[in-house]
Each structure stands twice: as C-alpha cells, then as structure tokens.
C-alpha cells in the first residue's frame, strides 16, 4: 500500500525557520514528480513547490528564496526547509507524489500524505 508520511510541522515565531519531511513508502518515488501543497483555514489549497526526478524545481512566488524542496531517493523521501517564516505561511503542509500532468496543479497528483499543521506567530 503507497503511502506518503509528513512531519516536521509545529510552532515558530516569524523569521524562524522548519524542516519538514515527506516519508514515501510502499513504492519507489525516484522517477516522480513530488509536490508540497498548503492549505490555510477558509481558502483553497495551493501549490508551494515541486521537484522533479531530474532534481529541477518549481517555486510558488510567495516563497520563493525562502523555501527550498529537495529529494533524497535512497531514503525514497522528499523535503521542504522553509526559512524567514511568515505568519501568512501559517497552513496545513501537504505531500504529494507521482504527477502526470502539471506539477503546480492539485488535481495532476496520485497520492497525498495527511498533512502537519506549521503554525507562525508573529
């Protein structure tokens, strides 16, 4: 059974920083497009950012020079350090995996993880 595993989530003050994790399981992910998506209270889910199998990335303008995703696919396991945190990054963060389509879209991705809640105070 696929599964993708976040963690890293939690509380921090505005300019922190966290790392969070994605644990794929179940299959290997190293030829897939992987994805972090967030979702704040009251609005829709949006794209943070992607990688592909190659090592390219895809940044959403709101983080971008801030966040930084990478992949390390002998632990079939992808990241997202996020620095200078803002409040307005306050969300549930979201994996994604295997995209066949476009890499910022929600609907171009087969599985999901269940999300950790990354809270920023300011």
């Known amino acids: 059974q696929v599964q993708l595993v976040e963690s890293g989530g939690g509380l921090v003050q505005a300019g922190g920083s966290l790392r969070l994790s994605c644990a794929a399981s179940g299959r290997t992910f190293s030829r897939s497009a992987m994805g972090w998506f967030r979702q704040a209270p009251a609005k829709v889910r949006e794209f943070v950012a992607a990688i592909e199998w190659s090592g390219i990335t895809v940044y959403a303008d709101s983080v971008k020079g801030r966040f930084t995703i990478s992949r390390d696919n002998n632990k079939n396991t992808v990241y997202l350090q996020m620095n200078s945190l803002k409040p307005e990054d306050t969300a549930v963060y979201y994996c994604?995996?295997?995209?066949?389509?476009?890499?910022?879209?929600?609907?171009?991705?087969?599985?999901w993880g269940q999300g950790t809640p990354v809270t920023v105070s300011l």
């Open positions: 994604a995996g295997d995209s066949v389509g476009s890499r910022v879209s929600a609907n171009s991705y087969s599985y």
